[in-house]
């Protein structure tokens, strides 16, 4: 089995930051790149930021200079560091793998962590 738990999720004022994080288990042969994407109550879920194994990194327009994402390939773990939260912010976060390949061969297609809840307070 392949488990994606994330955590760091909270209430903060605006202007606050928080730092989530997104650990792979399971028996697991390699995670390709790995990103974070955002979900508020009657909106579509969106693209916040991803990393490839080497290090290389995209965000969406609305995050860069405040989000940082980060990863430890030896950890199979993801983080997001988010600083000057806005009220906009807020919403259920998620991590996500395009792919994961176990040990038995089987691809784990766009996988989903069950996400946490980031809210900012104005």
């Known amino acids: 089995q392949v488990h994606l738990v994330e955590s760091g999720g909270g209430l903060v004022q605006a202007g606050g930051s928080l730092r989530l994080s997104c650990a792979a288990s399971g028996s697991i042969n390699s995670i390709n790149a790995m990103g974070w994407y955002r979900q508020a109550p009657g909106k579509q879920r969106e693209f916040i930021a991803e990393i490839s194994r080497d290090g290389s990194t995209n965000y969406a327009e609305s995050v860069k200079g405040r989000f940082t994402i980060s990863r430890d390939n030896a950890k199979n773990t993801v983080w997001l560091q988010m600083n000057s939260l806005k009220p906009g912010d807020t919403a259920v976060y998620y991590c996500?793998?395009?792919?994961?390949?176990?040990?038995?061969?089987?691809?784990?297609?766009?996988?989903w962590g069950q996400g946490t809840q980031v809210t900012v307070s104005s």
């Open positions: 996500k793998a395009p792919d994961i390949v176990d040990d038995d061969g089987l691809v784990w297609s766009d996988y």
